[in-house]
Structures are given as structure tokens and as C-alpha cells.
């Protein structure tokens, strides 16, 4: 069955090819614009100690949303269900930095992972945790089991010179009384988390305690309870994948999470985590090799949720 | 194992009973309005043969939405990826019969399981099979395997009655060329298989298909692929619980589909399927003891599939 | 002075030639794509007896919404203020056929000049008129002092065929009981009142009892008081002109009607009633070169209303 | 005729008692919210040097959205048309400070009287006029000619602490590339502008302007164009009172401005400008009494411009 995964890397690694040309880099940053789209790496880590990777996986690039996994699973494991009093669990229908739900529903963001929910989450924890970028990136660190992950602070400054949009959420959401704390402190760590940089190897690491019931297998780490684990798989599943969550549980079938860094990582509940990077987006802002690497992989495997 | 799934039933019938109160059964047409909110019942199948069913299980009640998954499984039989032209697969973010997105959209529904996708998927239906009403419940009758399954043709009629919502979703999509057929035939046959009635036990059987790689357990048929089956729980899983899949996600972690006769059916893919009914609604129109039985259900049998 | 409109007539004439190739005909119906789009008339009559003329001002067309004014009346007339529960007044901000904030303000129309509050206010005459279509054209005739007034019941039966989104319009009020009439019958009448022909010249005789406190000068009837009549200008200026009221305001500074049939009639309160048709449309669905006729009329007779 | 103005201010005066317990003082921010809500002026000044004013006309209350007027009046004196790239004008049908409108639309403001719109007109002035607040207040100066108007940086101060919602506002705009300057200079000077304070009697001189062709007959300057003075006044009917144009418009006639400190001031054009000042608001942030007020001045004169 490892045997098997090898072969599967290897042969998307092939098969991916004609798809690099596809697909748009982010273009709102130049931290993100000028990455060469023709990049791609994939890797795969079994909860039982097994690894394979493919294509460029020892190269860092900013995991930018998907970081909104690493904060959720901090205000659970802090907060527990006190935070789905400022948020709601439920996926938006709408672009991810959409503010019109926003408005219409009194400043409650609709989930976690669109960027609204993820500064709700980011203010709370800022409110109980101090020096509160230091200690989401250790988070981070810790998971993967490696003190070498840093943050991109050129990429977190353009992120906020040009974070208009992320601006106008948060502005609303103080105006409904749903953020504690200064705006541009919150927007400083929440940049900052999206500007974390991690390879597609130490990536697939990062989720492995998503598949393996809330451990973490490298350190033996209980992280999260195992109803909690579940309740994030759900929630990535419902709302990971921007506005082709439906899209990507047709095609893909397991819970993940996409970032416009061009990073996926997705998991098996029991058995595995895998990440995916191409940095060509398509038009929901999910990697474009990424996201049909992940379609081939669980053809391959036979191997979805469902 | 099996010997634990009657343990957990006859303790989810017992814990259940404060919870009947609660909720308010669909009160838009008389065939709904006049049920007694109080009654419930629980059936599960594994795909193996075994069953066991507790409480009102032998009480036919309307499957209402449900039938959208029956509609869509013969859909997807017949034409294949071709439905995808004129529906998309995404959560729709607002309430199941809403026009605002409709009209933002062009006519194309988010997904097959709001009504103005069920309604585009029975036109296409009806484009090409005659007979319509009775080629969909013979469907379903083969599914469950019992040839008395009928429609309750005085609730089809009330619906149609009152059924000025879905006029309204019917003919924006025909303004927007999205619908084939004469509106009122089209509406008729919808009103018809939303006015199928089944018990718990057979409502239970009828999805055995879904939680078996598309192979029928009860008659041996292969009902669909198994790649279309694993759609059609993802579908499920991220469209089926109208705007409250995120947290029937969260709570239950199961694919499953709802309708407003009170009656949810899940499955767990390899596993079961497992039905449960009781008439009194929660605001987003699921049934209020149904999803909290369903979530015991997975709590005490730790098997969500996440 | 009323030579002066004879001046102010011919040279609109002369200049507005290169403005008749713009625009394009409503196409949504044969009855009004077919017609030639490089016609033009235009007719002022002044309260005081005075009339001029010029271009194609005999030459039937359909009135479209224009009808929504005699409507209105007619309705001011028999109900009074009762109308304005099921109506509001207030400009739209959205298109003349939008269904959107229909559903979000729960049925009730944002004025009796978008198609929604047009149908709304015929429903209440259908209750307490009978032979409502007769009635409504017998009203117009005598407003124009002429009996030859008919309606082109071709045109209404093509509206009718092609009429799903007004269809969807009246479904959705319904749904919320804001529609007391058969659907059918009441989208019947409505489409026979917009099926009204009228040449140019009689167009602008229509509308002298706006400019005249409420009295036809052709008859000296009291069509309705010297308040309703200010009211029904009032809404006209805020809301007559589809989702460019504002713009129409500015360039044109009068109180007029529409119809997509290219007629546009204004009125300066006290002064006189001036009507111009030429079939070719702006994307708000107005004559592109009727709105630049008024525009040069007032601005070469210094005589908006503000 | 002007003794009549007299008889018409005092019944007013008398017959306005009873609706001063009604509405609401804005309470968003202490500076109004304190404010006691019985009090109620009114002033008229023709344009021929008439003047009569009843109440507490000499009591000096916080212009807010009706410093709007004045801003663009300025801008449309300096800029001309060019400021129609920026802005539309079209009623808006949403309220004052939405977001949603200005999503969908790509972060063009409406019309230059919601706040959107109003931010945007300042900040073009603000990219033209250096010291940009002072130029602000000595153009008002010189309206009412009185060079003792000032601004209340008290109130400046809470608007700017409480401003989330503008800033989300702004933010939006700035995302969409259509605010040019820095968010937090261009706020302050808007803040500013709406914290200018002004009695009623000096409120209604300062649209006499727009009363008389955009001559003040206070000082005789030519302050805009007569073609630019009909338009603000257009603007003025179709989109200066929040979300209850058509009804102001319906019931008094006028074109107008309101304000949330409870002022409103309308001109007659060719005639006379009137102003009223009540702090309690109705829903739509309109003085209740005020516009009850001119609602009466406009019947007992049976002078509204329809």
C-alpha cells in the first residue's frame, strides 16, 4: 500500500505537467506575484511514519489561509466552543472576502476560513495570548516538529499595505461590536500568520494531527481532543476551499484546505496527510495543478472520505 | 458491533424524548401542518444485512427534499456529467428556496439539492422519460425493493396549491432559458415526488446504495458507479442539510439529506445507512430531534466519517 | 413664448438625427424588435391649448409602463392612500424587473413603477373593477379625448408567451399574500395595459391633466385632486424612469414616465405636458434619443422644475 | 404673500407640539445622543430678502449630511463633471451607509449624498485643496455670510472614535482603487465637515443659494452655474433624504437635505430656501418632526415644486 503511494506521486508528478501552464499567481502582492507558476511539489505522510514527496518540496512558500487551520485549532483548544458564539460554522456562498453576508448578517462572519472569521478568530486569541505572532508560530513549529519555520515580514508588510479589503471587514465588524481589540494589531498578526512560509514537506507534517485523531505523531502530542479533530475535518470539508468547497468534495472527496500561495493539504481521517504546491491559481483562488493533483491522487488511491 | 447499534438505538429512543417537544412541524400545507409532532423513529441498515429499527418506524411520513437525492441518482444515471451544464455543486449560503442568488446567478441554482436545482434536475428528467411520476417512484420502489411505495397525491396537490415559491423559482429559470418544459407539467411531477411517502425502515433501505459503492444490497444492482456514488455523498455532505450543513457537518459528520416531512437519512460509506423521523422543524427546516438522534448516533458509535 | 416651442421643436428635430442610429430596440418580443428604430416624434401641449408637433407624431406605438401611471391614478382615485400598504415609494436602486429586493422586503414593492408594483396595483383594481381591461383603455380614451385608443392584443399575447419573469414577479408576491388575484388573469390585464398603442401626439394629450392640478383641459374633467396629482409627479421624478431617475433628474430636471417601447411623456407642473418616442434604447431601457430630446428641451427653454 | 410665510411658521410652530415626543436622537455618539429632543426651529428666507423664524432658531446643532451639499457644491465649482467618474448619482435604495451596494458595484458610491459617496467627494477635494477642513468652513462662511461658524472638534472627535463603519467605507473604496488619498487625513476632513454647527436661521440662509439660480443674495457672488444649481437641487430630490426620498418627496414636494442631528433645509426654486432643526429622528434618520413640519409648510403654502 506505501508501495502504492510512491507510484501515485510518481505518476501525478508525470501527469501534472501540461497543468503548470494553467492558472494565474496571485497578483495583489508582489511577494506573490513574482513567484515562477511553473512550480510543483507534492508530499505525503502516513500517521504511521511513512513519507514520500515529489517535484520542488524542500522550497518555502507562504501558506498564507491555510494558516487559519493553525488559529482555529489554537482558539478550540483555548476556547472551545465559546468562539462559535462570534462565528458561525456555515460555508458563504460568496467570495471569501466578501462584505456583503458580512452586512446582512450583523457582523457574525459565516465561518472560520473565509477571511472575516479568520481575524474573529486571530482578535480572540489575540485577547488571551501575548506576544501573539511568536506563539502561533511556535504553534506551528511544534507541529511539524521543526524550530526553523519563520515568517515572511516583507510579505506581511505588503499584505497590509495593500489589506484595503481585510480593513473593511474588520472596520465592520467593530462597527457590529464583533472585534475586541485595536484593528491594525489584529490585521498585524493575522498578516503575519498568512505570511508564514513552510515547503510542501514540513506541510504535510503541519496537518498530521488531523489524521490521526488529534495526535500529533511525531511528538506523541495530544493537540486537540479527538471530537475536535473531527469537528475541523468537517468544517475544512464544508468551507476549506473557498467558493469551490462543493467543487473540490465532488472531485477531491477529503476535508482540506487551500491557500493563495498556491499551497492544498488535505487529509485521510486514520491514515494520512498529504500537501500539494503550484503557485497558478484558478478563478476560487485554489492552486489549479494543486487541486487536479489531489483529484488524481484519490482516483489513483481509490481513497476519498466518501 | 452490530450487537452496539441496538444498544445505541434504544438509548438514543429513550434520551430523545424531551427533545420531541421542540421544533414546530412545517405548517405550509394542511398535509404537514396536521401531524403530531411527537412521534419519532430510528432505522439503520448495514450494508452486510443487518437491521434494527426503533420507535414510530413503520409510520409512513412525506420524504419531501429527500426524494431530490432519488432525482439526482437517476439524473446522474442518464446523462452523466451533462447536468452540470445547467446546476452547479456549490452550498448556496442562503435559504433553500431563494431567488436572490437565482437572479445573481443567471437562473444556473447552486446546487441539485435547493429546490430550483431539484427543479431543473426533474425537467431534464422529464425531457427525456415518459411517464415521469411513475418512472420516479418505480425507482424508488426498486431501491427499497417494495412495490407499495406510493405517492400521497392529496399532499402533492396542496403543494402545488401553495406551491406559489416554487412558480416563482420555476419561471425566473425559464426567463433565463434554464428550463425546458411547460412550468406547470414540470412543478406537477416535483410536487409528485416530493409527495412520496415511506416509512422509517424502507427510508433507511432505500440510501443502502450510497453507504454500498453504488451497488444495491437488497437486489444485487448496480444501481450507479461508484465514482458517482462518492459524488453524490460529497454532494450530500456539503449541499443536503439546506442552510445548516456546516453544522450538521460539525454535530453529525455524515452525508445525509433532509426534508421538511421531518425525515433525515445518512450513510456511512462502507457501513450503514441510517434514518431517523420526527416531524417537528428547526429553523432551518431539519428535523429538531431527528439531528440531535443523528448525533448522538455518531457520538456513542464514534464513527462520523471524519 | 409658445412660439418658442415651435423653435425649440424643429431644431430638436434637426440635431437629435445622429442620435437615432444609437440605442437598440427592446428585443425580448417580435411585436417590439421589429419596429424601425430610426423613427421619431415628439409633441408638446401646453395647458393653455397650444400644441406642436414634429416627426413621425402619428405613428402608433406600444406604451409600455407608461400605462403604470394611468394605473396609478385610477388607483389613487378609487382607493386612496389604501394603496400604499401593499406598495411603497420609494426609488428601487435595482433593475425595473429584479426580484431580489422583492424577497428581501417580503413581497412588498419598492413603488407602483417598477413591474412589481405596477402588477400589484392592477391586482387591486382587478378586485373592484370589472371588465378591468376595457375599463383601463376607456380611461385612456378619455383622457386623450378619443375613442379610437385601442390596444394591440398581438403584443399582449407575444408579453404574455415571454412573460416568465413577470411571471416570477407575481408568483413571489403571491407567496408572500401580497397578490389577491388568479395569477393568470391579473398578468392577463397587465399585459394588455402595457399593449396599448398611442401615437405620439395623443401621448402628450394623456398627460395634461399632470401639468393641470388634476384637471383634463380637454374635457375639464377633475381626473383626480391637486394632491394626488402633485404626488403622482412627485413619483414620477423619483421613480419613473427605471434605474436612471437620478440621472434623468439631472439632465432633464422634469417629472415623466417611461416605456420600453421608446415613448418617454414629461410634464412641467402648471405649463405643459411634452412626449417624445424613438424606439431605440439605452441600457436602463429608456429612448436613447428621446432622453436627449427632453435634455435639449429644457435646456433651450431654461425650464426644469428645480 | 410673505405675511403669509409669518401665519404659515407660527401654526406650524403651534400644531408641531405633539410630534416633538416622537423619534429618536442619534445615539451612536454622546455629542448627539445627549441632545434634548424637544426642541424645534424653523426659518424661512426668500430670495428677495424676506425672512421670518419661529423656535429655537438661534440654538446652533451639528449640520452632518447636509455639509454634504456644501462639499459638493464645491466640487462641482472646482471639478466640473469629472466628478461623475467617481460617483454616480442615482438613488441608492439601500441604507445611507451600506456596504453591499458598494460591493457589487465595484466601490462607486451611488450618489454623492449616502456617506460613500460623500467620502469620495471629499477626498477629491481634499487631493486639490490644501488645509482642506478651513477651506470647508469659509466656504460655508461665506454663504450664510457670517464668519462666526465653526466646527465642533468635540464631535469631530466621537464621530472619528465611533467611525468604524466609514472607515469600512473607506477601506472598500480604497480596495477598489476609487480613494485616493490617505483613509485616516481623508476621514478626519469628513468628520470635520459633518461636525460643523450652525443655528436654524443661518442653516436656511445657506441654501439661498440654491434657491436663486447659485447666486447668494446675501453678498451677490455667483457661487455655481444656474445649469449646476437646477442639478444639485435634481440630486437633492433623488437622493438627499437617506432612504425616504420618495416619501419626502411624496409628502413635501421639495427638493432637501437632511442630517442626523435633526436638521433638514429645502428650497422652493426662483422663491425661497427653508430650514427646520428637531433632533428626534424617524427610521430612516430624518427629523419626525421636521419633515412633519415642511410637510405642513408645503400644504399650507400649496407650494411644492410638482
Given at each position: 500500500m506505501k508501495q502504492n503511494y510512491k507510484l501515485i506521486l510518481d505518476r501525478i508528478l508525470e501527469e501534472i505537467q501540461p497543468f503548470l501552464e494553467k492558472g494565474e499567481v496571485a497578483n495583489y502582492i508582489p511577494a506573490l506575484a513574482n513567484v515562477d507558476k511553473k512550480q510543483f511539489a507534492m508530499s505525503v505522510h502516513t500517521v504511521d511514519g511513512f513519507s514520500y514527496s515529489v517535484g520542488d518540496y524542500e522550497k518555502p512558500f507562504s501558506i498564507q489561509s491555510i494558516s487559519k487551520v493553525f488559529t482555529l485549532t489554537l482558539a478550540m483548544k483555548k476556547f472551545g466552543d465559546e468562539i462559535w458564539k462570534r462565528v458561525k460554522r456555515e460555508p458563504s456562498g460568496t467570495a471569501f472576502n466578501s462584505l456583503v453576508q458580512l452586512e446582512y448578517e450583523n457582523g457574525i462572519p459565516r465561518n472560520p476560513f473565509i477571511n472575516a472569521g479568520a481575524i474573529v478568530i486571530t482578535d480572540s486569541i489575540f485577547s488571551n495570548v501575548k506576544d501573539t505572532t511568536n506563539n502561533?508560530?511556535?504553534?506551528?513549529?511544534?507541529?511539524?516538529?521543526?524550530?526553523?519555520?519563520?515568517?515572511?515580514?516583507?510579505?506581511?508588510?505588503?499584505?497590509?499595505?495593500?489589506?484595503?479589503?481585510?480593513?473593511?471587514?474588520?472596520?465592520?465588524?467593530?462597527?457590529?461590536?464583533?472585534?475586541?481589540?485595536?484593528?491594525?494589531?489584529?490585521?498585524?498578526?493575522?498578516?503575519?500568520?498568512?505570511?508564514?512560509?513552510?515547503?510542501?514537506?514540513?506541510?504535510?507534517?503541519?496537518?498530521?494531527?488531523?489524521?490521526?485523531?488529534?495526535?500529533?505523531?511525531?511528538?506523541?502530542?495530544?493537540?486537540?481532543?479527538?471530537?475536535?479533530?473531527?469537528?475541523?475535518?468537517?468544517?475544512?470539508?464544508?468551507?476549506?476551499?473557498?467558493?469551490?468547497?462543493?467543487?473540490?468534495?465532488?472531485?477531491?472527496?477529503?476535508?482540506?484546505?487551500?491557500?493563495?500561495?498556491?499551497?492544498?493539504?488535505?487529509?485521510?481521517?486514520?491514515?494520512?496527510?498529504?500537501?500539494?504546491?503550484?503557485?497558478?491559481?484558478?478563478?476560487?483562488?485554489?492552486?489549479?495543478?494543486?487541486?487536479?493533483?489531489?483529484?488524481?491522487?484519490?482516483?489513483?488511491?481509490?481513497?476519498?472520505?466518501?
Amino acid at each position: 500500500m506505501k508501495q502504492n503511494y510512491k507510484l501515485i506521486l510518481d505518476r501525478i508528478l508525470e501527469e501534472i505537467q501540461p497543468f503548470l501552464e494553467k492558472g494565474e499567481v496571485a497578483n495583489y502582492i508582489p511577494a506573490l506575484a513574482n513567484v515562477d507558476k511553473k512550480q510543483f511539489a507534492m508530499s505525503v505522510h502516513t500517521v504511521d511514519g511513512f513519507s514520500y514527496s515529489v517535484g520542488d518540496y524542500e522550497k518555502p512558500f507562504s501558506i498564507q489561509s491555510i494558516s487559519k487551520v493553525f488559529t482555529l485549532t489554537l482558539a478550540m483548544k483555548k476556547f472551545g466552543d465559546e468562539i462559535w458564539k462570534r462565528v458561525k460554522r456555515e460555508p458563504s456562498g460568496t467570495a471569501f472576502n466578501s462584505l456583503v453576508q458580512l452586512e446582512y448578517e450583523n457582523g457574525i462572519p459565516r465561518n472560520p476560513f473565509i477571511n472575516a472569521g479568520a481575524i474573529v478568530i486571530t482578535d480572540s486569541i489575540f485577547s488571551n495570548v501575548k506576544d501573539t505572532t511568536n506563539n502561533i508560530v511556535q504553534f506551528v513549529r511544534n507541529l511539524v516538529n521543526n524550530q526553523n519555520i519563520q515568517i515572511n515580514f516583507e510579505t506581511s508588510k505588503s499584505e497590509q499595505e495593500y489589506g484595503h479589503r481585510n480593513m473593511a471587514l474588520a472596520s465592520l465588524m467593530k462597527s457590529f461590536n464583533n472585534l475586541n481589540n485595536n484593528i491594525n494589531q489584529v490585521l498585524e498578526v493575522y498578516f503575519n500568520q498568512c505570511s508564514i512560509e513552510m515547503n510542501c514537506k514540513n506541510l504535510s507534517k503541519s496537518f498530521l494531527y488531523l489524521a490521526n485523531k488529534g495526535v500529533n505523531p511525531l511528538t506523541n502530542e495530544q493537540v486537540i481532543t479527538i471530537r475536535q479533530t473531527k469537528r475541523i475535518n468537517a468544517l475544512m470539508l464544508t468551507c476549506g476551499l473557498y467558493d469551490s468547497v462543493g467543487d473540490f468534495a465532488y472531485r477531491v472527496g477529503l476535508p482540506g484546505k487551500s491557500g493563495v500561495g498556491g499551497g492544498i493539504v488535505a487529509v485521510i481521517p486514520g491514515t494520512l496527510s498529504v500537501a500539494v504546491w503550484s503557485p497558478g491559481l484558478n478563478k476560487s483562488g485554489n492552486s489549479f495543478a494543486g487541486t487536479k493533483a489531489l483529484e488524481l491522487f484519490t482516483t489513483y488511491g481509490c481513497n476519498s472520505i466518501f
